[in-house]
């Protein structure tokens, strides 16, 4: 009676999540499907294929009446699967509680965490806009990353992610965002995306949070602990072993999430 998922497939046949299993209801009729569920179903959703994926004790997917679970043993993080997107290319994204987001493609599995870039490792939701951007929710907070940035991670043309975050600075009254049933977030037909949190529901327009290159001022150079005039160049000699430099970006908004890039030449 525990019921945690809902989902229409293509045929019109309702499949129900439990947490015992899941169950199909069509023509009036329900039907308990046999399967692999562990500690019950929470997510279903369908590829362009005609399969299903479920989130249970792992991902399972179901074709042609035969279920096929994929763990940790096979590579993915955590078994605790949280959210499934298949994405316009095809390939599958997997947020799971505590084990970050996965990447399934080509039968193999790619981890990104909090240690290449993720701002957290619960991923409840996951949603594309219309800039090829994945956005994931869980307890820090929601998160913006390109999908071409994860895909070139998992493919070794960088080490990590670039990821825009947004929480209480940004409007949010809490960073937490519920997760565990479906759907823990929505695209409505105007762009928007909605989450469900803690303390109510969090919309964002994607589209007003593309945001440009800051203005970057350097407020004091220091050689050898003496300041430079910074409207003169100046040729700083040797003997001198400490340069330190002092600099900011002019923002009114979301200062605590400015990044820089820097290097000297």
Known sequence: DAVNALFFDRDGV???GTD???SRY???????????????????????SGALWL?????IRLKDGEATAFTTRDGLSDDSVRSI????????WIGTYGGGLNRFKDARFFRYSTGNGLVDNTVSMIMEDDHANLWLSGNNGISRVARKDLNDLAEGRRSRVDVVSFGTA??????????????AGMR?????LWFPTVRGVVTIDPGE???APLPVVIEQVLAGGQPIDLAQPKAIGPGVTELAVTYTAISFDGAVNTRFLYRLE
């Open 55 to 59: 989130g249970a004790r792992g991902l």
């Open 26 to 48: 069509s023509k009036g009729r329900f039907e308990v499907v046999s399967g692999p569920w562990g500690a019950g179903v929470h997510l279903i959703t369908q590829d362009r």
């Open 209 to 211: 949070t593309r945001l």
């Open 85 to 92: 997107y298949e994405d316009p290319a095809g390939t599958l």
């Open 188 to 192: 409505s037909k105007d762009g928007r």
């Open 20 to 22: 015992r299993g899941v």
């Open 14 to 16: 309702l499949w129900i």
């Open 170 to 183: 940004d409007g949010m009254k809490t960073r937490e965002a519920n997760g565990g049933g479906q759907p």
